[in-house]
């Protein structure tokens, strides 16, 4: 099968921009299957995935996978990756890992807008990143390193204190267009000389009076002062 690379219990099948997992991979290698990378496709579902009850690593990078991301139950997954992928959702898609993947320790999320990383968005900073992992690790007390950075003793503990109050709010998109008013360029004529389809004469009064000695002529000068 072209594309496919089984080396022991690994089983490999990248790059090949395959929108659903095959059905004769689970058939051929989902029985004795460990590790599984199905990294750099086109994934947008994971069925088919039930096949590969004995996986233990499951690599998902980069591909189109979303908030209904549906994983079986995995009793032994301890490492999952979901680099680069569609994820919004945070706190659904921790429930769901919570609930099928009970010895997970490993996690990566990175490149997902449910992953605060100044790195990729600049409207997130490190704090917000913090908010996450605290978040993130109160709904996951076992995972011992959140995208490829250990999980310390302090975070655990302030994950146990107030790790339910750093939920991050899922971004909504916004359907509301707000037009800019038009810009109008500078001119120091009155409004009413600028419609060029209006000929007619615009008279204007002056609020300043000429007093120097230089006269210049009478176009400063009031009548009430001839």
Known sequence: MAG????????????????????????????FA???DLSFNLLRSLEGLSAFGSLEELILDNNLLGNDLVLPGLPRLHTLTLNKNQITDLESLLDHLAEVTPA???????????CPNELITLEKDEEDYKRYRCFVLHKLPNLKFLDARKVTRKEREEALVRGSFMKVVKPKASSDHVEAPPEHPYTPLPSASRDLTNHRGVLGKCRYVYYGKNSEGNRFIRDDQL
């Open 34 to 36: 460990k590790r599984l």
């Open 104 to 114: 997970l320790e490993y996690l990566s999320l990175l490149g997902n807008v449910a």
């Open 4 to 31: 496919l690379v089984v080396s022991g219990t690994q089983v490999s099948y990248i790059g090949q921009d395959c929108r659903e997992i095959p059905e004769h991979l689970g058939r051929d290698c989902g029985h």
